[in-house]
């Protein structure tokens, strides 16, 4: 038996599937284990020595307590609480950059992580791109800087919920509790009053279920939802402020910050 043979990928030949082994006997250990990190996280570990800058990704839906079905998208957030438990523990990262494009997900998950985001140490800055929908704006506001692209949507609309209602009076007073968890966390972490958030929230005529508002780049900042519209270079250049580094370079905006 060959111990230089890792894992195996598979061709299709005359309908049936052959397992091809890969080779990684000159592959070195901390790529193979960064390899596997993204084929099943999505997310590469956390490098030893070089960037001091962590990269975490949220993309797809939310997955919470129950598991999805696997042709979704989704980002676990048990995969999500201990790499930001290690990020915060590494003497070797400074700053974490959050990015997301997400539609939502399970609302409990979602405001765990974005606690986890608020209560950190280190300097954050998330960065929605495409969008960061439903719970993904809690999550959004939850660093110490938020940048949104241009193209980038944000949608606000009540918590909803799908399956057997029990007692519909209890779980009215469920849900609104659980909506104003979500109301008072935006709330205290962005610029936006309890009033215009809640007024985008019941906004009737814009959403396929008639209630709710799509937020743009240029009006989630209007609103003081997030604090800038830029993209990768802005939010790079305001976190390395946050850290120290401070060489001037060029923003997306088109200025020169620190």
Known sequence: MNN?????????????????PVRTENIPNGEIAT??????????????????????????????????????????????????????Q???????????????GDVEAGLAIAEMIASLSKPTVTVVIGGGHSIGVPIAVSSNYSIIAESATMTIHP???????????????????????VVNFVTSHSRITEEAFKHLMFKTGELNRDIGTAVGGHDAVKYGLMDEVGGIGAALSHLNSMIGNTTPTQSINGGLTQ
Request: charged content about 15%; glycine content about 12%; some cysteine.
């Open 4 to 20: 230089n043979v890792g894992s195996q990928s598979n061709e299709q030949m005359g309908g049936e599937t052959i397992p091809v």
């Open 90 to 104: 590494s003497k070797n990262i400074k700053g974490l950059l959050i990015i997301l494009n997400t539609v939502g």
């Open 159 to 181: 918590i909803r919920m799908n399956g057997l209602v029990i007692g519909v009076p209890q779980t009215f007073e469920y849900m609104e509790k659980m909506q104003d968890r």
């Open 35 to 88: 390899l596997g990190a993204v084929k099943e996280l999505g997310q590469n570990v956390v490098p030893n020595g070089e960037p001091d800058i962590f990269c975490m990704t949220i993309i797809g839906q939310i997955e919470g307590h129950l598991v999805l079905p696997p042709h979704n998208k989704t980002t676990k957030y048990e995969h999500i609480i201990p790499q930001l438990v290690a990020a915060e």
